[in-house]
């Protein structure tokens, strides 16, 4: 089927999206005018800079974002300490009503916290729900200056006061409820099982990881600095992905209600990943603020080209098809063995980055003979962290069947 011919739309929950993509609460949802670009360039749906009620104060510092960059300025991961939105209760609420109607084929969801007090949550959730919001998500797990104020991450690391705020919420409004967790728990399903329990209709995950970007070490000063002092901040961008999908797939394995996966998507291969790890649509911060919302277009007609170019019918096919193969530890152990081979041998540069690291990775399987890599099969244990640091693609894992050690043993290695 050509890629243009396939349909992205899919559903989460209720709502229908036209495609998985939604922004996610932050700089890119910061006004009703981004909002509306976003969906013009192709967005299904935005989650709203996170709204707080008019009685609290939101005070930005600057600088207030940090990054960890490759040597072309790629991101690889971002820190913020950004509070919730600036704006008001009555500019949201009419900025809601008015997209509500001029884009009635998108999906606006409305992020909110208040103070510690469930019936501020009440009140606000009210609000935006008559003011049009198709959903409004709980921010629970801002995990930087609102947690101070005893909202934020603060909430959403107790399953209990998760508990009560989501029946709370869920007993003023009556549309989908979203609740948002922080990664900056040790288990995340009692969290996420006492919001469904308590009547989410969905969990989105992840906000930020509580991080410390760094310190300079010229002037000690922590980053980002802000006249020399810091605080710690959320962490997110590409370095971010592999914790989001985890707590996505945990999610998706053990409850039944849909999963926002959100965390390091920069592209349609990113959203793949999460939507086969379960997510029923993700949500997208750090690469639109780094890239700009147009990369939604690449995003549609990646996704849209790899779903034909699998055979699958549309985005609910892929959904949660990797999830049958994350396991336990003790039941991969009987699998294959996987021994380093030597794949491209036109390619190497004899640079010895191989050597090394076999050497102190633990193995002493891997040397140099005339400036040729030689592997030693008896000593490889198939943990494959020379194939990682060869940067000529020299080295692949090749996988056997059998354990290692029996496999050393018969002498059945090459
Ligand atoms: C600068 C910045 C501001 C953010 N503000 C909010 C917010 O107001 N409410 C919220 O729920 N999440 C907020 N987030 C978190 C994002 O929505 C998202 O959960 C997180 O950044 C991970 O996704 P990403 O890697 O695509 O950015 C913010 C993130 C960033 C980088």
Known sequence: MPASDLSLKTTLGPLTLNNPFLLASGPPTASGEQIRRAFRLGWAGAVTKTIVPDTMEILDVSPRFS????????????????????????YWTSEIAAIRKEFPDRVLIASIMAPGDPAEWQD??????????????????????????????????????????????????????????TPGVTDILPV????????????????????????????????????????????SGPAVKPIGLRIVSQI?????????????ISCWEDAAEYIAAGASAVQVCTAVMWNGAGIIRDMNAGLSDYLA????AGVGELRGRALSRIGTHAALSAGVFSAATIGSPERCTSCGRCVVACRDGGYHAISL?????????????GCSLCSMVCPEG??????????????????TLP
């Open 252 to 264: 998706a394995r053990e409850l039944p209600v849909p999963a926002l996966g959100i965390g390091g």
């Open 369 to 381: 003979a005339d400036r040729k890599v030689v592997i030693d099969a008896a000593r490889c244990d």
């Open 124 to 181: 606000l959730a009210g609000t935006v729900q008559d003011a049009g919001a198709d959903a409004i998500e709980l921010n629970v797990s801002c995990p930087h200056g609102m947690p101070e104020r005893g909202t934020g991450a603060v909430i959403g690391q107790h399953p209990d006061l998760v508990a009560s705020l989501t029946r709370a919420v869920r007993k003023a409004v009556t549309v989908p409820l979203i609740v948002k967790l």
């Open 309 to 312: 170019r699998k055979h699958f």
């Open 394 to 411: 020299v080295i692949v894992m090749r996988g056997f069947p059998g354990r290692g050690s029996e496999l050393h043993s018969q002498g």
């Open 67 to 90: 990054s960890w960059k490759d040597e072309k300025a790629g991101l690889l991961g971002f820190e913020n300490i950004e509070l919730a939105s600036k704006r008001d209760v009555p």
């Open 192 to 235: 996420a099982k006492a919001a469904v329990d308590s009547g989410a209709d969905m969990l989105a995950a992840i906000n930020t990881v509580p991080c410390l970007m760094g310190i300079d070490l010229e002037t000690l000063e922590p980053l980002p600095s802000v006249a020399g002092h810091s605080t710690y901040g959320g962490y």
